[in-house]
Structures are given as C-alpha cells and as structure tokens.
C-alpha cells in the first residue's frame, strides 16, 4: 500500500512541466504582466467551508455570509468604494468606486457621499442617489454579520440632490467609510430588478452594476458571470467570463490548480502546501499583507484569569517568535498589539511588552499555586499547530493546559457561558474600527470579549469617532500599551492567507497584495486579465 | 363489459396479487414506509441534538445573540421540535418537501437539480468495480495460489486499505496532474455532451469504484475457490469431463454471484455515502454536496429530504437484490411452501 502510493506521489512530486518557470517569472512573462489583454476566461476556486459557501444567495440584504463572499459580491456589484494598494500591499486605502468622492462634516458626524455620474445597472435602469439609499436602508436591516451598525439619527439617510447621499449620525463616527469595503452597504443592487424578480430569484441571479452578470448560479456551488457590457468603466473588465467553483479543501484546490482546470484559488492557508507551490514554480503564489493577529484571549472577567498574575504567567510562558520560526520558518510577523503589518496605524512594538520569560513564568505560577488553563480554538491548520506549540511552552511554565478544537456552534456557545478561560483567536482588521475589529474581542458589550473595562472601551469609542489619522493612531498606540500593560491578551502570529494563481493570470489582490478584508482580500475583478 | 371479460380480468387480477414476486414487491414497498419514516425521525432527532442551528451557522461567530434570534424566528427555529417535525412530514406525505431554510429554493428543486449527478456517479461506480472485479475474480479462481491470484489478492488488500478520498488525490495526481488524460474537477451535463459527461466522470467514479472492485474481488475468488474446491457438483460436472472453464462459468460463478449479489447490495449505502466526500474533491454539483452543505448550515428541510432519498434508494436495492435471487435461481419462490 504503501510502495503503491509513495510511487503515485513520487510520479507527482515529478510532475512539473519542464519548460515552466520554477521561481522568477520568464522574460516574457514579466513582460507581459505590463500589459493587460482583453478576452478571455478564468474559474477561480474558493473553499466551501468559507468563500465557497454562499447558501442564502447573493443579495446583499439577504447573504448572511456576505464577508466570507466578498469576491462574488464584488465581482457583480463592484462597490461603492474599494480597498485599493500599491502592488506590495503598501499604501493602502479606501477609494471611491461608485462613489466619486466623499466628504466628513461636523467632526464625523455628517458624511456625504457624492456618486459618479452615467453608471447604470446591468439591467440599463440608473444608478442614482434613489437606488443607493433604498439599498442602504434595505441592508443595515439585514441579518448579515457584514451589515454595519451605524449610530444614525432618525431618518439618517437622506439624498441631497440627484447624486450626493447623506448620511447622518448621534456621534462622530468618522471610520465609516473605511467600514464600506467589508459591509454589505457597499454592494448596490438593481430596485427594478429586485421588484421585477422578487427576494426569491433576485438572491440566485441578482443584478448590480460591477464589472460582471451571473449567467447561472448553483448555490454553494458554482457561479457563472460573463462581462458586463454596460459597466462604467471605459475597455473594462478585462475578462470576458468569470467562474467561481466551490471546492473541498486546499489539498483538492491545489491540484486541480496543477491540472490546469482551475486559475485561481483564494485564502490557501494549509503553510506545507504554500511552501509546495513555491518550489514548484508552476504556480503564482501570492501571500496577503497580514492585518489581524492571533491572540490569546484571556477571559479576565473569571477564575484563573480574574487575576492579573495568572495573566502574566501567559505572557512569560508564551514565545511566538519561537512558534513563527520553529513551525513557520518565520513566514508570518509576530505582533504585540492588535494590529498587523499590512494593517492601518501598525507599530512593530509596544513598550514594556512582556516577553518570553520562563523563569518569571515560573514564579508567578509557584505564588499562584500552579495553574490549570483551557485553551481553545476554532480549528483551521495554523491554529491547531498554534494551539498545540502553546500548550508545551506553557507546560514548561508548570502550567497545566487542556486543549480543545471547537466547531463554530460550540465555540459560541462556550463563549456565551462565559466559564471559558483562554481563546485562541484572531483580532482586529484592516482599519481596527472596521469589520470584525478590536472591539470585537475586547470591548465590554461584545460576547466574544474576555475584557470587560471601560477605560478601554472609551478608547476604542474615542478612536473610531476621530477623523484625524494621526490623532487615532495615537489612541489605538494608548489601547494597545494598556492592553499589554493590563496583561489582557498577549498576541501572536500575523497569518495571512494566500492566493494560488496559474501563471498567466494577473489581477489587483489576486496576484499583487491588498490586505485582506474579511480573511480574504477584496480582489478587484475588472482589473483581472490572463495573458495568453 | 360482458361477465365473460370480467371475470377474464378478475383472473389476470388475482392472478398477478397471488404472485409471490409481486407479493414481495408490495411487501416490501409497504415495509418502506416504516423505514422511511423512522429514518427521518432519526435524522431530525440527531440534527436537532448538535449544538446550534441554521441560524447560528448562517450568521457565524461574529452574531449578536439578538441577530441569531431575530434569524430563528425568521425561519420558524422558535417553534418545537416535534411540531417541526410534524410540519415537514405534513408536506413531505403530500409530496410538498419544502423549502431550503437558508435558501428559501425548492427542495424538491434542488434534489431535482442534483439527483442526476449522484444518480450517474454511483451507476457509474457501480459498473467500475463490477465490471473489474467479475473477470479477475474468475481469473484468479481458475488458477489459486499462482502470480495472478496473488497479484490480484496484493491489489485488492491495497485497494481495501486506501480510504478514498486519498485514493481520489492520488488519481488526480497521476491522471489529471501528471498525464492529464482527465479533468480533476467538474462535471458535464449529459445534455451537453455524452463524451465529455462520462470523460468528467472517469475519476470521481474510479475513487467510489476501485475500493468496491477490490472488495467483491476477494469476495468473489474466495467463494469460487471453495465452490471449486469443495463442492459435490463441481467433482461430478469435472467427472463428467466438462473443462474446467465451463465448471467455473457455467457452475460455480452462478452459485457465488448469489453471495456476491447480497454483498452488492449491502454495500449499496457505502457507495452513496462516498458520493458525499467525492463530490467534495471533485467539486461535483450533486446531492452528497448538498446534503454536506445543508448540514453545515443545519438546513433541516434538505438534509431530511436527501436521508430520504438515501433511504428509499437502499430500500429499493434491497428489493432488487431479493428480486434478482428468484431471477438467478428458479427453485427461489418467495411466498411458496
């Protein structure tokens, strides 16, 4: 049995086409990844445990899992504003899309939002300040965790002119656009189209005004789009049909990649196969400027960690850079805040952090009369090797540690008993007020929080009503010393999942970095083209 | 209509319930109701104790418990689960399955949609292994103990041993990566293309088929070796002067195909439940696909409608296997005394 298979994955693991490039891309390659061609094909494959998995459909006001499909919904509904960055991932920034510009007025409290003009839908009805308010109404009444929660006084949504929308709030609220890439505010849909063919059809073939339509659509399955002839942007999109593809699991993906019946994978996180397509050279492999962290969530709101020596302990007990060498060969930064490299107001350190102390760890267990500690997580490859790393170092410290791999329903409730004792977990986002940011693991209202402080929570209240870059840098700077300094949470590695492209495929956020938005980077579809 | 022909009729009627073959099918149809029944009960019983439900699922880690109740009360979790239970069962008897929780589609829509794909996968499964495992089980038996016996005994141990979703990654490695004589993901619609529809097949089919192949493989040899070796007829046929080829065709393989056809159709729910991870590897738009997605999502209405179909499909190969025996061996009369 074994022979059989060693000379099945011998002949495999010799499989690499001789005349492809095996590292560098060739001269006539490079060359021709300068110059977009038009026409085309590609199927791009997702993993059906997350991107891959849009069972609700595809309307924004009824995909619950809209963060997780970020590449379809932008793919048909292109966006009010894009996340857009330099090819290294540098310089990132929220630009307007759909939108032609924006404005903050009263200090954050009032946003205007003006649209560009002639963009129509794919159906030919207007894209107009009347269709994008009806659509923000209708999607912060969603039961999508993508749909934001804006503090809006009454009738906040307003149109003013034909083309501008005004949005109205009860306090500053300042990193509201930079919320829009990863909500569903940000994907506008035809209100013909939704009134012509009802919730029911719409949510399987929607209609909206980015770069591509759906031919067919098998939900959690298999999408079809095709270029949209109307788009708004002159000789784009590149590509002139677009395939998403459900499919189980980075193995599975990775060799249908090298079959050549698929052109693209996103979010591969299993790190052997990453290193086994960089080696090949058969493939284009593009890792995502990191944003959020893991953390260790301490649960400080009950025993063991209700006591700040216990919490300690962990800090000195835990040696990521060992994890992110030993185990990673140093492929992913180790933060010591909530943020993460390719991430808004990110510094590489925080002062008086408390690092890997055994000694100290040692002795704070020895007065605490040893410790017993829970650690747990949401099982994907990196966590689980984490988890497992954690657990010895922190055997070494005397620290007595079960762990536990939990599904998602399990995971939640465990957090809603509040009896957990320590989470490993990811923290924070692109822009930390965004999405699933700081205050999801940190602030005292949030369930899946383990800090329950009001000097932080006015800091992270404080921090997303600033309209200043270098003044909110400044608070998330205090937020981060106060968390270390408090031994809330020490944090970890900066995953970031990869993308897999054939060679030949080019895209923003596919083949150059974008940090990611929701897990996976918001690729910016008319843009991707193949060479051929 | 004169009382001649009615009484005709009545004849051919009651002819026809007296038959112990139609007798069977009846019986076991009727018998189908109970299982049917009993499997959905058990299906809704175990789905209802895993933690979590579909809008749990739906709206992820990240959800509010204000937001999973608001999407539980959307799509009715708030109500009992007996009275659920009943509510589906009420459509499900009226052929009404329902619709998808998390989609809001047709489930009978959906399993329309899918049916298909599995349907020819399985067959296509089915052939593989049989059509593979009939001859070499024959050659191995004509000659015990020799290089081919033993080879074929080696491939059927290793067979048995791979579990098959990596013997589907070492297929795609070797034939759709390394030679690519066959794509690794996809499925074509028949309509579309037969030539494409069984060529998408080929290896998704071979995963499902080959573990089968070398399952009815030992199976068949050793039955045949023992009917050859032990049996009363076989010595009488040999003394009779009939070659050995013919006492093993003829004789002892339609003695052991009865055996063969009883592990067949036992093995019948193995081979629809492989669907369900192959379908995964091979991105293939069928019902194991679905039914892996309806779980992870709780999607109750789907999950109870695809167990069901499983159900009444593994009644039904049950029925054929009892149908096949009278089939193979007129002394067989079911219901005779």
């Known amino acids: 049995m074994a022979v059989l298979l060693a000379a099945f994955l011998g002949i495999a693991a010799c499989s690499g086409d001789p005349g492809a490039s095996t590292g560098a891309a060739p001269a006539d390659e490079t060359s021709a990844a300068s110059t977009p061609q038009k026409g085309g094909e590609i199927t791009v494959l997702e993993d059906s445990a997350f991107a891959g998995s849009w069972p609700t459909g595809l309307d924004p006001a009824t995909n619950t899992t809209g963060g997780a499909n970020i590449a379809m919904m932008g793919a048909i509904y292109g966006g009010l504003f894009l996340l857009t960055a330099n090819d290294d991932g540098g310089d990132a920034k929220v630009t307007p899309n759909q939108a032609e510009s924006y404005e903050l007025l009263d200090g954050g409290k009032t946003v205007k939002i003006k649209l560009r003009q002639g963009i129509t839908f794919s159906d030919g009805t207007a894209f107009d300040a009347e269709a994008v308010v009806f659509n923000l109404k209708r999607n912060l009444g969603a039961t999508c965790t993508c749909t934001p929660k804006w503090p809006l006084v009454k009738d906040g949504i307003g149109v003013e002119g034909g083309d501008t929308v005004v949005l109205r709030f009860t306090r500053p609220y300042a990193s509201v656009i930079n919320a829009f890439p990863i909500s569903n505010v940000n994907w506008i849909a035809s209100p013909t189209a939704l009134k012509q063919l009802g919730d029911d059809k719409f949510r399987v073939t929607p209609v909206g005004a980015g ?116 185990l990673f060969k140093d492929r992913f930064p180790v933060s010591q805040s909530f943020t993460a490299p390719g991430g808004l107001f990110h510094h590489d350190s925080v002062p008086g952090y408390r690092g890997h102390d055994l000694d100290r760890a040692k002795q704070l267990v020895q007065e605490l009369g040893g410790l017993k500690v829970e650690l747990g997580t949401l099982g994907n490859y990196v966590a689980k090797q984490v988890m497992i790393a954690l657990q010895t170092q922190w055997q070494e410290a005397g620290i007595t540690t079960t762990i536990k791999d939990y599904q998602l329903s399990t995971l939640v409730q465990q957090f809603n008993s509040g009896k957990w004792h320590a989470m490993l977990q990811t923290a ?93 980077s918001g690729v910016l579809w008319d843009e991707v083209w193949r060479s051929r | 209509m004169t009382a001649v022909t009615a009484g005709r009729h009545r004849g051919v009627g009651a002819r026809l319930f007296a038959s112990p073959s139609v007798r069977l099918v009846g019986n076991r149809l009727l018998m189908a109701i109970p299982i049917t029944l009993g499997v959905s009960i058990l299906t809704f019983w175990v789905l209802n104790l895993i933690p979590g439900n579909a809008a749990q699922q739906l709206l992820g880690a990240d959800a509010t418990p204000e937001q999973i109740r608001a999407m539980e009360l959307q799509l009715g979790l708030d109500k009992p689960a007996p009275l659920r239970y009943l509510d589906w069962l009420g459509g499900a008897v009226t052929g009404d399955l329902g619709r998808s929780l998390v989609s809001g589609q047709s489930v009978a829509g959906q399993l329309g949609e899918r049916l298909a794909v599995t349907g020819e996968l399985v067959a296509m499964a089915f052939v593989v292994s049989l059509v593979l495992a009939v001859p070499v089980a024959l050659l191995a038996a004509y000659r015990p103990n020799r290089l081919f016996d033993r080879l074929s005994m080696f491939v059927s141990v290793t067979g048995l041993s791979v579990a098959n979703y990596v013997l589907a990654l070492v297929l795609v490695l070797v034939f759709a990566v390394r030679f690519a004589v066959f794509p690794a993901i996809g499925f074509v619609p028949l309509s579309e293309s037969v030539g494409g529809n069984l060529h998408s097949l080929v290896l998704p089919s071979a995963a499902i088929g080959i573990p089968m192949f070398c399952l009815y493989t030992r199976f068949l040899r050793g039955d045949l070796v023992d009917q050859m070796q032990g049996q009363d007829y076989v010595v009488t046929a040999q003394a009779k002067g009939v070659g050995p080829w013919r006492v093993l065709l003829r004789h002892a393989f339609r003695n052991s195909s009865f055996g063969l056809i009883t592990v067949v159709g036992l093995n019948l729910s193995t081979l629809i439940g492989a669907t369900v991870i192959i379908e995964q590897i091979f991105a293939l738009p069928g019902l194991g696909q679905l039914m892996l997605q309806a779980i992870n999502t709780r999607d109750m209405a789907v999950v109870q409608a695809c167990v069901v179909v499983f159900a009444v499909v593994a009644v039904l190969a049950n029925l054929l296997t009892d149908l096949l025996y009278a089939v193979l061996d007129p002394r067989i009369r079911y219901g005779s005394r």
């Open chain 1, 211 to 326: 770069p591509f339509t759906v031919v067919s659509n098998q939900l959690s399955s298999e999408l079809v789009l095709e270029r949209n002839p109307q788009y708004f942007k002159d000789g784009l999109p590149y590509l002139d049909k677009l395939t998403f593809k459900s499919i189980g699991g980075d193995q599975a993906a990775y060799q249908a990649l090298l079959a050549g019946q698929a052109h693209a994978y996103e979010g591969m996180n299993t790190v052997p196969l990453m290193e086994q397509a960089q080696s090949g050279g058969r493939l284009t492999v593009t890792m995502q400027p990191p944003t959020s962290p893991y953390v260790v969530q301490l649960n400080s709101k009950a025993a063991p960690f209700d006591d700040e020596r216990a919490r300690q302990a962990i800090y000195y007990a835990t040696d990521f850079e060992a994890i992110a060498k030993g």
């Open chain 1, 428 to 520: 924070g986002a692109w822009d930390p007020a965004a999405g699933v940011g700081v205050a999801f693991r940190f602030a005292s209202t949030s369930p899946f929080s383990g800090v329950a402080d009001k000097a932080l929570d006015d800091m992270f209240a404080e921090a997303e009503g600033t309209v200043d870059p270098a003044e909110r840098d400044a608070i998330y700077t205090k937020a981060g010393q106060y968390i270390s300094d408090k031994a809330y949470a020490p944090f970890g590695l900066a995953f970031a999942p990869t993308n897999l492209t054939a060679k030949g495929v080019h895209g923003p956020g596919l083949t150059t970095r974008i940090p990611p938005l929701v897990v996976n």
